[in-house]
C-alpha cells in the first residue's frame, strides 16, 4: 500500500494539483521547465488508431474518434451513424489498476451537417490514503472524466466548421482532506477542416489540413476558499495530411501534427543571496525572466506566444511533434506506424508507435503499441513503455458501402 500510495502521489503530480505551489517555492531552470496543468488526461490519445500513428489525428480522415482531434471533420463522414468504446491501461509500469476508458458516438442528420458526443473516464485506480501520521484514512477510487458535444457543418464542397462544449470533473483526493474537494470546469471546442481530390498522373488522391483549439474554459480549483486555481490543457493542433489511392486495392496515407498548449509558461523567480524566493507584496513572487502565469484563461491563451523565460527558443520547444502513415488493404486491413516528439526541456517524451486495423462489415477493431526511444535517467524504464489500446467500432451507412457523400449545393 506504502508503494501505490508513492506512485499515485507521483500521479498527483502529473496533474498539476500540486505542481504550481512546487513551482513557486523552488522556482525555475531553464533546463527544464515542463508547463503543468490541471486534468492531463484530457490531452492523452483516446483512440488506437490514431495513437498507431505517432497521436496525431487533426487531418487525417473522419472517424467517430474525431471529437478529441478535431470535431470538422464529422462533417466529412461517410457514416450515417457510428459508435465508438475505446480502452487503454495506462502507465501500467507504475500502477497495475490505472485505465483511460473512451466512448464516442456520431450521427448524421443532413447532407451537411453531424452531431457527436463522446465520454472519457479516467481512473487512478484504488488508492490507500493516510495522514501525515500514517493513519489510516481509507480506501478510494479517484477518477476524472469529461463529456462534450459537438455540431460539425459542411460551410462548402471541401471546408467544414464546428464547436463543441464540454464538462470535466476531477475527483482525485475524494473528500479524504478537510481543505480539497472535487474540481470542475466548463469548456469549449472551435475546430476547421478542409479535404478535398487531388491527381498525380495516374495516381488520385485526397490532400487534408485541419486546424482546431480545444479545451478553451475556466480555470479549475480544488480547495474550497479558491485560493488557487489551474489552467486546463487549452490546446492547439494544426497539420496537414496526404492519402494516395495507388491502386484499387492500396492506399497510403501520411499525416503531420504541431500541437502546443495555450496555458502560461512557468516563469524564473528572482531569489535573494540566501537563495530564497523574493516576495512581491501580492502574494507572489518577484519574477526574474518570464510572465505573471496567475492571469485569466483569455489571457493565458495569449500570452503563451510570448512568456517562455526563454525567449523564442524556448517558445518552439514548447511544440511536440507527431508523424504518421497508415497504409490500407482493401479498406478491409490497415498497418500504421508514427514518431511523437516533445523537448527535453518540456517532458521529454519521444516515442514510436505501431497499429493495425481490421474492418469487417459494419464493424472495425483497431490495435496500437507505444515504444518509447528514451528512458527514465532514474529508474532507468520509461513508464510509458509497452502501452496498449484498443478501440471497437461499429458503423452503420445509410448512404451505401464505400460511397462518398454528395457535394453541398
Request: charged share 20%; with cysteine.
Amino acid at each position: 500500500m506504502i508503494r501505490k500510495s508513492l506512485v499515485v502521489f507521483m500521479a498527483l503530480l502529473m496533474t498539476g494539483f500540486i505542481a504550481k505551489a512546487q513551482q513557486q517555492e523552488t522556482g525555475q531552470n531553464l533546463d527544464y521547465n515542463v508547463i503543468s496543468t490541471a486534468v492531463p488526461f484530457m490531452i492523452i490519445a483516446p483512440d488506437a488508431r490514431s495513437a498507431g500513428m505517432g497521436d496525431i489525428g487533426v487531418s487525417t480522415s473522419p472517424d467517430v474518434y474525431s471529437m478529441h482531434w478535431n470535431p470538422a471533420k464529422y462533417a466529412f463522414m461517410e457514416d450515417d451513424f457510428s459508435i465508438g468504446l475505446a480502452y487503454s491501461p495506462w502507465l501500467r509500469k507504475l500502477v497495475p489498476d490505472m485505465n483511460i476508458a473512451y466512448l464516442a458516438v456520431s450521427k448524421r442528420v443532413s447532407k451537411k451537417s453531424t452531431i457527436a458526443g463522446s465520454l472519457k473516464y479516467f481512473s487512478l485506480g484504488e488508492i490507500n490514503f493516510r495522514d501525515e501520521y500514517n493513519n489510516d484514512k481509507g480506501t478510494y477510487s479517484p477518477n476524472e472524466f469529461s463529456v462534450d458535444l459537438c455540431y460539425s457543418r459542411k460551410l462548402g464542397d471541401y471546408l467544414s466548421a464546428s464547436v463543441a462544449g464540454r464538462f470535466i470533473y476531477s475527483h482525485l483526493t475524494q473528500g479524504v482532506t478537510n481543505y480539497s474537494r472535487a474540481a470542475w470546469s466548463i469548456a469549449a471546442d472551435i475546430a476547421v477542416y478542409y479535404q478535398r481530390p487531388v491527381y498525380f498522373n495516374t495516381i488520385d488522391g485526397e490532400f487534408s489540413w485541419g486546424v482546431a483549439i480545444t479545451n478553451m474554459g475556466s480555470k479549475m480549483s480544488y480547495t474550497d476558499a479558491n485560493s488557487r486555481t489551474d489552467f486546463i490543457p487549452t490546446n492547439l493542433r494544426l497539420g496537414p495530411s496526404l492519402k494516395l489511392n495507388i491502386d484499387e486495392f492500396n492506399s497510403l496515407a501520411f499525416s503531420f501534427d504541431l500541437n502546443k498548449l495555450l496555458v502560461p509558461t512557468p516563469p524564473i523567480y528572482a531569489k535573494d543571496a540566501d537563495g530564497a524566493l523574493i516576495p512581491d507584496g501580492n502574494g507572489g513572487f518577484v519574477i526574474e525572466k518570464g510572465k505573471n502565469p496567475n492571469v485569466s484563461m483569455l489571457q493565458g491563451m495569449f500570452q503563451s506566444f510570448y512568456d517562455a523565460p526563454g525567449g523564442f527558443s524556448e517558445e518552439l520547444k514548447e511544440i511536440t511533434i507527431g508523424i504518421g502513415a497508415e497504409y490500407w488493404y482493401n479498406k478491409i486491413f490497415a498497418v500504421r506506424a508514427g514518431f511523437f516528439h516533445e523537448s527535453k526541456m518540456k517532458g521529454n517524451r519521444r516515442y514510436l508507435t505501431f497499429g493495425a486495423g481490421l474492418r469487417y462489415n459494419v464493424f472495425a477493431l483497431d490495435v496500437s503499441y507505444l515504444v518509447p526511444v528514451n528512458n527514465s535517467s532514474t529508474s532507468g524504464t520509461n513508464p510509458l513503455e509497452g502501452t496498449l489500446r484498443f478501440d471497437l467500432t461499429f458503423n452503420i451507412n445509410k448512404w451505401g458501402a464505400n460511397t462518398k457523400l454528395e457535394k453541398v449545393d
